[in-house]
Structure formats: C-alpha cells, structure tokens
C-alpha cells in the first residue's frame, strides 16, 4: 500500500515537472516569436518612413524650383536651417553688400536664356540620392542644363535644407556672357592728347595667370614723348597691349596712364591683378597714375577669346585687394581716408558696391 502511494505520487510529480516543462517551453517559445514580430515590425516602419521621407524630399524639390519658391524669403526661412540661411545671408551681402537671401544659388545663375531656348519651361529632370545622402537634381534654367545638390532633413514632416552645392551649370561653362551689356556710365573715357605721333617704349611682358595655359600676357610701354627713356625714372605706362601669343588681340592708350599696383598679396609692386570669372573670361584690373593730390582712375577690362572689352573706369583709389575684392577709396594718403565700397569679382561676376550702389549693382 505505501509503495503504491509512492508511486502514485512519484507520477503525479513526474507529471507535474512534465507539464511544468511542457508550458515553460511553450511560453518560451511564443516570447521568442512575439519579440521577432516586434523587430520585424519596426524595421518595416523604419523603411515606411525612410520612403515617405524619401517621397517628400523628392516633391519638395521639384515643387521648390519649377515654381521658383526660392527667391521666397518666408519659404527659405520655412525651409531652411539656421545653418543654411547664413551661407544664403553671407552670400547675398558678398556679392551685393545688402541684407537678404541668395536663392539664386538654387539655379545655374545664368542671366540670359540658352538661344533657341527662350520657351523651355524651367523644370526638375531628375532626382537621385547619392551613397552619402546628398540628393542630386539636374534641371532646365532658360534652356541651360544645371545640377545642384543639397543635404536635407526632415523635422515633424517638413523639410528642411541644410548644405547646398553646385556640381555642374552648363551656362557658367558655356562662358555666355554680352559685352554689350556693359552701362557707359560706368566707363570714363580714357584721356588722349590730340597730337598721336607719341614713341612708345616697352617697360615689361607679363604673362595672364590661369588664361589660356599661357597663351595670353600683357605688355605695358612708356610714352617716350611724355616720360622720357629712362625705365628706371618712369612709373606711368601709357599704352597697354594685350597678346594671344605673338599676336596683339587689343592695345589701349591714355595720357594719364596706369602705375603700379603697391602693397598687393606678397606686398611686391605689380601691374595689375586678373581674377578669371569663368572658364571663358577673366578680369583684369589697372590702377591709374595718381598726380599730386588727383584720384587716379581704377580700370577694368575682360578678356574672351580674341577679345577684350572695357568695363570700367573710374576714379578710385586701391585701398586693399583680398579675397575676390577690390576695395575703394576716394581719399587714401590723408589723415582720415574716404572709404567708399568695393569691387566684387566672385561668382562669375563683376559688381560693385558703393555710395552710389549700397545694394550692389552687376556690372559684367
């Protein structure tokens, strides 16, 4: 009898452990599914958002640029981190001295539509992402072909531009730029005496940095009739040549002529500065011979192909030349100097800023 109780308890434990056993096995089983469920499911919600995300990004740049929303103030500002408002706000004042926003950085920056392309429709032609996250549009702008890119984010289902770069603009490469669009009333005219049987003597040959892998170089002479023959006595140059290797391309005189530009870079005397605009064209500016107590004149010209074009002259003093500017004065050697805006030579342009352009004004 107590054997037989033994081993009816000894099956009733053994029973017990097994179905004990049985239902840990079984609960640890459905944990273990209902945890990979979970993983599952927040990886397909991840790749929902990243999608919708995606998607977003996608139409906020199309709908950004075909409808211009760029040169909105309120959108930027809506749309834009504190970080890329500042590179817009810096850029704006760079180039034209004021207060406000440089959407055109958005564009190519073409100031003409591409000939034969006047109605194109400006438009997205296509999007795509790349390894590091930047999205990359290539688009129409008056018929130029452009590509920018931009890092995004996207904040409680708005989005955001952080980081904005150019990667290829059909129209800065294509060099398209009028010289007819140059204003007269920016050119004083150069100063001739009447009598032109004046002997010119060369004083130096500099080559034109970065233009036409040294094909281009400038030659300045000494008006012997004026000056004299003695080099080392003359520092105002009379005539200017410009050369395609050997050939002249274009030669310009004034009686007032040009001098050394002093204190430049290196602080070393040279004759003149050139900044190239763009793949087709570069500036160089000239600095005027300054008499007594006068304000010399501050030359500009710009050089393409076989071509080179007065775009102004003015009477400025050189106060300083730094990052892509020149800046000016019309008082310089006084006890209180009369500081007055600067020479822009960035982006492709030439501009000024002044007293009589405190916003800024494209010249070339």
Same mark, same amino acid.
């Given at each position: ?6 081993? +009816? ?32 499911? *927040?990886? %397909? ?57 440089? $959407? ?13 392309? =006047?109605?194109?429709?400006? +438009?997205?032609?296509?999007?795509? &992402? ?18 920018? &890119? ?5 904040? /409680? $289902? ?9 990667? /290829? /603009? ?5 060099? /398209? ?16 005496? =009447? ?6 003597? *060369?004083?130096?040959?500099? !080559? ?30 009379? &005539?200017?040549?410009? !050369? ?17 530009? #002093? ?6 005397? #040279? ?8 793949? %087709? ?6 600095? $005027? ?19 080179? &074009? ?10 300083? *030349? ?15 100097? *009369?500081?007055? $805006?600067?020479?822009?030579?960035? %982006? ?17």
């Amino acid at each position: 009898m107590i054997a037989t109780m033994r081993r +009816k308890n000894l099956l009733i434990a053994i029973s017990a452990l097994f179905f004990l056993t049985y239902s840990t096995s079984c609960g640890n089983g459905k944990g273990a599914n209902d945890k990979s469920d979970t993983v599952e499911n *927040i990886k %397909n919600s991840n790749k929902d958002d990243a999608e919708r995300n995606d998607s977003l990004i996608r139409d906020f740049i199309t709908n950004m640029y075909e409808n211009e929303l760029y040169y909105n103030y309120d959108f930027l500002e809506a749309h834009c981190t504190a970080k890329m408002l500042k590179c817009l706000k810096d850029e704006f004042e760079c180039e034209y001295g004021g207060d406000g926003y440089a $959407g055109y950085l958005f564009r190519t920056g073409a100031q003409d539509d591409k000939p034969g392309a =006047e109605d194109v429709k400006d +438009k997205v032609l296509k999007i795509t &992402k790349d390894s590091e996250g930047w999205y990359h549009y290539t688009f129409t702008d008056g018929g130029w072909r452009g590509e920018n &890119k931009i890092k995004v984010c996207v904040e /409680n $289902g708005e989005v955001k531009v952080d980081e904005l770069e150019r990667v /290829n /603009n059909e129209y800065a490469e294509a060099g /398209n730029r009028e010289f007819e669009e140059i204003e007269s009333s920016m050119i004083d005219p150069l100063y001739f005496n =009447e009598k032109r049987d004046h002997a010119y003597m *060369i004083a130096d040959t500099k !080559k034109i940095p970065d233009m036409g892998n040294d094909q281009y170089s400038v030659c300045w002479y000494v008006d012997t009739v004026e000056w004299g023959s003695d080099l080392k006595k003359s520092y105002i140059y009379s &005539k200017i040549e410009f !050369k395609k290797g050997d050939a002249v391309i274009a030669s310009f005189c004034d009686d007032e002529g040009w001098s050394y530009i #002093i204190g430049d870079e290196n602080s070393k005397a #040279i004759m003149f500065k050139s900044f190239k605009l763009d793949s %087709n064209h570069t500036a160089l500016v000239f600095r $005027g011979g300054a008499y007594a107590a006068g304000t010399p004149n501050l030359t500009v010209f710009v050089l393409s192909g076989d071509e080179v &074009k007065l775009i102004y002259n003015q009477e400025y003093f050189i106060e300083k *030349i730094e990052d892509g500017k020149v800046f000016l004065a019309k008082e310089l050697y006084t006890e209180n100097p *009369i500081k007055c $805006g600067y020479l822009s030579f960035m %982006n492709g342009h030439v501009s000024i800023v002044s007293d009589e352009y405190p916003a800024g004004k494209v010249i070339f």
